[in-house]
């Protein structure tokens, strides 16, 4: 207006616009001249003026190592706030990212399954040599008539031999053939405590006690070190009773290598399974299996190459030796130290799985599990945890008590034959070696990517309590090789084989971390009391038909409870028990909703055929909709 002035403020300061009236103002303290001087403006206005501009001479004096530490400063304040915004990931993610299976994640595959699975295997099976069933003779009559044989006949049946002793029969009237080549003749233990006894009174209840103690341990110490822990333990039990001389000294040191032997199987298969995203751990398991059935190759190995049973011993004893380079090798799980508040140690092990895959490490957040540690007693105690661990426990039972059943009973599947016993046992002990590889890579890994967890499992005790069926059949394939023979060796060990793996990868996915080590030992020690069940039959000479029966009335029972326990297919591990039974929900809504398609799609085939029995299916089902 005619009475009103506009004045426009200088670039510095930001374009702000004052007015003053026409009437000059007063001059007085803080009063200033604008431009020529001529004019007098709005002191509040010229006084911010004057501060930006000192502002910034001052910002153009300061050293240049001050500016740029501000403008880093200001930088990672706003990458945080980024980071901060975007949604965090969990480690399952991240492994996939992280190139899922690539180099890095094969070579801690190798070490795994060199210092585990072959390991565990040779530690397991070198029992069936070490403490085989040792050859005998009558050297009088009183033996030949007691046992119904000839003077000089070579018998391996320990059971007529100890019913003999029992009755009247001395020491003199026999002897061993082997030369005290076996613990069972080096102790002269034939009676009371014969092979099946000593590989399992004293070895199984140590697997226990190592499934509880070692369990334990992965949660409160971590992997690593109860893994190096349980590996050294093994060595020296191995190698004093080596040189044991007392039997008592030789029962306590077989408990100790059991409980070592489950503790070792059970950390470096959760370890495992805590380096590979879920997509690959199908794969990683089943090279695991592999390196399993190269560690019973390398037990034929050893007891080819030495005679006498103390010299195995040591020889497994001092291999141990060779696979410590797993510890160092192999970093600590990255689930157990989130799990224990380790988060940048866990950040680093994943940026070292990242850059040693050549792979761009997330910038998102890890998300951090919420754990009660009191979780690792209070989940057994779960109903609906307790029910699935029974149905575990019982899977385990039967795959235990069936795969040693078969390496106990080698000698037993003759096809026919008239091969010597030590030749008839490694023919077949090749044999149940060899199915383990197909095993191992097509009915445990491939079955399992293909169909999950519990449809593959099901199919492979499914086929397995086929072929328990017909192995009574007695009729000849081949020469040397008959139906039983074929059915046990190569259908029956192949699919429990795979059943063992699978529900190995089933048993450490379903737990939670807090929980993971311990649940896997339990089920060991379930494992372990099959074990005892199977030579229960063996020592008590029970009939193949019975044992087959049995195996296949667990078989269906295994079967029947397996379709009552959740897939864990799409699971990431779980770190708590929310964890899980948010997950079993979310497995719920699917079979829901999976339902629910297949009612929409015979709803819809019922009312579109013209067949009576289709037409007199849709009455029903639509008198069962108007009911309800």
Same mark, same amino acid.
């Given at each position: 207006?005619?009475?009103?002035?506009?004045?426009?403020?200088?670039?510095?300061?930001?374009?702000?616009?004052?007015?003053?009236?026409?009437?000059?103002?007063?001059?007085?303290?803080?009063?200033?001249?604008?431009?020529?001087?001529?004019?007098?403006?709005?002191?509040?206005?010229?006084?911010?003026?004057?501060?930006?501009?000192?502002?910034?001479?001052?910002?153009?004096?300061?050293?240049?190592?001050?500016?740029?530490?501000?403008?880093?400063?200001?930088?990672?304040?706003?990458?945080?706030?980024?980071?901060?915004?975007?949604?965090?990931?969990?480690?399952?993610?991240?492994?996939?990212?992280?190139?899922?299976?690539?180099?890095?994640?094969?070579?801690?595959?190798?070490?795994?399954?060199?210092?585990?699975?072959?390991?565990?295997?040779?530690?397991?099976?070198?029992?069936?040599?070490?403490?085989?069933?040792?050859?005998?003779?009558?050297?009088?009559?009183?033996?030949?008539?007691?046992?119904?044989?000839?003077?000089?006949?070579?018998?391996?049946?320990?059971?007529?031999?100890?019913?003999?002793?029992?009755?009247?029969?001395?020491?003199?009237?026999?002897?061993?053939?082997?030369?005290?080549?076996?613990?069972?003749?080096?102790?002269?233990?034939?009676?009371?405590?014969?092979?099946?006894?000593?590989?399992?009174?004293?070895?199984?209840?140590?697997?226990?006690?190592?499934?509880?103690?070692?369990?334990?341990?992965?949660?409160?110490?971590?992997?690593?070190?109860?893994?190096?822990?349980?590996?050294?333990?093994?060595?020296?039990?191995?190698?004093?009773?080596?040189?044991?001389?007392?039997?008592?000294?030789?029962?306590?040191?077989?408990?100790?290598?059991?409980?070592?032997?489950?503790?070792?199987?059970?950390?470096?298969?959760?370890?495992?399974?805590?380096?590979?995203?879920?997509?690959?751990?199908?794969?990683?398991?089943?090279?695991?299996?592999?390196?399993?059935?190269?560690?019973?190759?390398?037990?034929?190995?050893?007891?080819?190459?030495?005679?006498?049973?103390?010299?195995?011993?040591?020889?497994?004893?001092?291999?141990?030796?060779?696979?410590?380079? #797993?510890? &160092?090798?192999?970093? /600590?799980? +990255?689930?157990? *130290? $989130? =799990?224990?508040?380790?988060?940048?140690?866990?950040?680093?092990?994943?940026?070292?799985?990242?850059?040693?895959?050549?792979?761009?490490?997330?910038?998102?957040?890890?998300?951090?599990?919420?754990?009660?540690?009191?979780?690792?007693?209070?989940?057994?105690?779960?109903?609906?945890?307790?029910?699935?661990?029974?149905?575990?426990?019982?899977?385990?039972?039967?795959?235990?008590?069936?795969?040693?059943?078969?390496?106990?009973?080698?000698?037993?599947?003759?096809?026919?034959?008239?091969?010597?016993?030590?030749?008839?046992?490694?023919?077949?002990? #090749?044999? &149940?070696?060899?199915? /383990?590889? +197909?095993?191992? *890579? $097509? =009915?445990?890994?491939?079955?399992?990517?293909?169909?999950?967890?519990?449809?593959?499992?099901?199919?492979?005790?499914?086929?397995?309590?086929?072929?328990?069926?017909?192995?009574?059949?007695?009729?000849?394939?081949?020469?040397?090789?008959?139906?039983?023979?074929?059915?046990?060796?190569?259908?029956?060990?192949?699919?429990?084989?795979?059943?063992?793996?699978?529900?190995?990868?089933?048993?450490?996915?379903?737990?939670?971390?807090?929980?993971?080590?311990?649940?896997?030992?339990?089920?060991?020690?379930?494992?372990?009391?099959?074990?005892?069940?199977?030579? &229960?039959?063996?020592?008590?000479?029970?009939?193949? *038909?019975?044992?087959?029966?049995?195996?296949?009335?667990?078989?269906?029972?295994?079967?029947?409870?397996?379709?009552?326990?959740?897939?864990?297919?799409?699971?990431?591990?779980?770190?708590?028990?929310?964890?899980?039974?948010?997950?079993?929900?979310?497995?719920?809504?699917?079979?829901?909703?999976?339902?629910?398609?297949?009612?929409?799609?015979?709803?819809?085939?019922?009312?579109?055929?013209?067949?009576?029995?289709?037409?007199?299916?849709?009455?029903?089902?639509?008198?069962?909709?108007?009911?309800?």
């Amino acid at each position: 207006t005619p009475s009103e002035r506009s004045f426009t403020a200088s670039p510095q300061s930001k374009g702000v616009t004052i007015s003053s009236p026409v009437e000059p103002l007063p001059r007085g303290k803080g009063a200033k001249e604008d431009l020529i001087g001529t004019e007098m403006t709005d002191f509040d206005a010229l006084e911010s003026m004057e501060r930006d501009l000192n502002g910034q001479q001052q910002q153009q004096q300061q050293p240049e190592e001050v500016r740029s530490m501000k403008t880093s400063a200001s930088n990672t304040l706003k990458k945080t706030a980024t980071i901060q915004d975007k949604q965090s990931l969990k480690i399952d993610e991240i492994l996939r990212q992280s190139g899922g299976f690539a180099r890095y994640q094969i070579f801690l595959v190798i070490c795994l399954g060199l210092g585990g699975a072959l390991y565990a295997s040779v530690q397991n099976l070198s029992m069936t040599f070490v403490e085989s069933s040792a050859p005998w003779r009558c050297t009088t009559d009183k033996c030949a008539n007691m046992t119904a044989s000839l003077i000089g006949e070579v018998h391996w049946d320990l059971v007529t031999l100890c019913k003999a002793v029992k009755k009247s029969m001395e020491r003199g009237d026999w002897e061993w053939v082997d030369g005290n080549h076996t613990a069972i003749s080096d102790y002269n233990t034939a009676c009371g405590t014969t092979t099946i006894l000593t590989n399992v009174l004293y070895f199984c209840p140590g697997v226990m006690i190592g499934g509880i103690m070692f369990g334990m341990m992965g949660w409160t110490t971590g992997r690593k070190t109860p893994f190096l822990s349980a590996l050294l333990t093994s060595m020296v039990a191995s190698v004093i009773s080596a040189a044991s001389r007392e039997y008592i000294l030789f029962i306590l040191l077989r408990i100790l290598l059991g409980a070592s032997i489950a503790g070792y199987e059970l950390l470096y298969f959760c370890w495992i399974v805590e380096l590979v995203s879920k997509k690959w751990r199908p794969l990683a398991v089943g090279i695991q299996g592999v390196f399993w059935a190269l560690g019973l190759l390398l037990v034929l190995y050893i007891n080819m190459k030495w005679d006498y049973w103390r010299y195995k011993m040591v020889y497994v004893g001092i291999v141990s030796l060779v696979f410590i380079f #797993v510890y &160092a090798a192999v970093p /600590e799980s +990255p689930y157990w *130290l $989130l =799990a224990k508040g380790q988060d940048d140690v866990a950040t680093m092990v994943l940026k070292r799985i990242a850059i040693l895959n050549n792979r761009t490490f997330p910038e998102n957040p890890i998300s951090i599990p919420s754990i009660k540690t009191r979780e690792r007693v209070v989940a057994f105690l779960q109903p609906r945890y307790k029910r699935v661990g029974l149905f575990f426990g019982l899977n385990w039972f039967l795959v235990g008590m069936v795969y040693y059943h078969i390496f106990l009973t080698l000698d037993l599947y003759t096809g026919g034959g008239t091969d010597d016993v030590e030749k008839l046992k490694d023919t077949n002990y #090749v044999v &149940a070696v060899g199915v /383990e590889l +197909p095993a191992s *890579l $097509l =009915a445990a890994a491939l079955l399992t990517s293909l169909f999950g967890r519990k449809i593959a499992f099901i199919i492979n005790l499914a086929i397995f309590a086929v072929c328990m069926a017909i192995s009574n059949i007695n009729y000849g394939v081949v020469e040397g090789w008959d139906v039983r023979r074929c059915a046990v060796l190569i259908g029956g060990k192949l699919t429990i084989s795979a059943a063992k793996i699978i529900l190995a990868l089933w048993t450490a996915e379903v737990a939670p971390t807090t929980i993971r080590t311990l649940f896997f030992g339990l089920c060991l020690g379930s494992s372990a009391t099959g074990v005892i069940t199977s030579s &229960a039959l063996i020592f008590f000479a029970a009939s193949p *038909l019975i044992c087959s029966i049995i195996m296949m009335v667990l078989a269906v029972l295994c079967i029947a409870g397996s379709t009552q326990v959740f897939d864990t297919s799409k699971w990431d591990l779980p770190d708590n028990l929310f964890d899980v039974y948010r997950n079993i929900n979310i497995n719920n809504a699917d079979a829901v909703t999976l339902i629910s398609r297949v009612r929409s799609k015979l709803r819809q085939f019922f009312r579109s055929s013209s067949c009576p029995l289709v037409i007199s299916g849709n009455c029903i089902l639509s008198s069962l909709e108007s009911k309800g």
